[in-house]
């Protein structure tokens, strides 16, 4: 539920002489963790950043309809997980490419640009990744690497429990198999 930092931040945003540093300190406190979930999603950095930056200004549109059931922090993912799947969809359409065509414009993208950093192992991974279906994909990067619980994926993906355990469990499969085969 709902931290007490939480509420203080709330407080703060909600309150006209605060609004400002309010924001501010949102953006200072999950700017972080909502960038890598969208970079994670669409690999490329100013891709990212772009979902970053949208998913904040949503936020504090909407601000006034965050009732409290879930943080801060899983309010923003799910904005964030949205909005990275979205411009996913958006890109693919826009250019009229193929899936096939995407993933290998980001695979590329891992191997070429100096912004993906790691080593021939990491890189393997996040290639392998890219082979996912995007919600498969969204849930083993929250699960694997943002080490959230089924409950905490739940709330952002908006999915039952035993869905996102299926889910995860036939993304493990699917990598295992892609690995074994580089």
Do not use: C
């Not at 909600?14 to 540093?21: F, I, L, Q, V």
């Not at 409950?151 to 869905?163: A, F, N």
């Amino acid at each position: 539920m709902i931290s007490l930092s939480d509420l203080e931040l709330l407080k703060m945003i909600k309150a006209p002489e605060s609004r400002e540093k309010g924001y501010r300190m949102l953006v200072e406190l999950y700017q972080r963790r909502v960038y890598s979930i969208a970079r994670k999603m669409v690999i490329i950095h100013e891709d990212a950043d772009d979902i970053t930056q949208t998913t904040f200004i949503k936020a504090f549109k909407n601000i006034q309809n965050f009732n409290g059931n879930s943080s801060l922090f899983t309010w923003l993912y799910r904005i964030a997980t949205n909005e990275s799947l979205n411009f996913l969809q958006k890109k693919k359409r826009r250019f009229f490419s193929s899936i096939d065509d995407h993933e290998e414009a980001m695979k590329h993208y891992v191997d070429h640009s100096p912004l993906v950093d790691g080593d021939e192992i990491e890189k393997k991974l996040q290639k392998a990744l890219l082979t996912l279906p995007e919600k498969q994909r969204l849930v083993f990067n929250l699960r694997f690497f943002d080490d959230l619980s089924y409950d905490e994926i739940s709330q952002i993906t908006d999915t039952t429990v035993g869905g996102l355990k299926a889910s995860y469990h036939h993304a493990v499969k699917k990598l295992e198999i892609e690995l074994k085969s580089e």
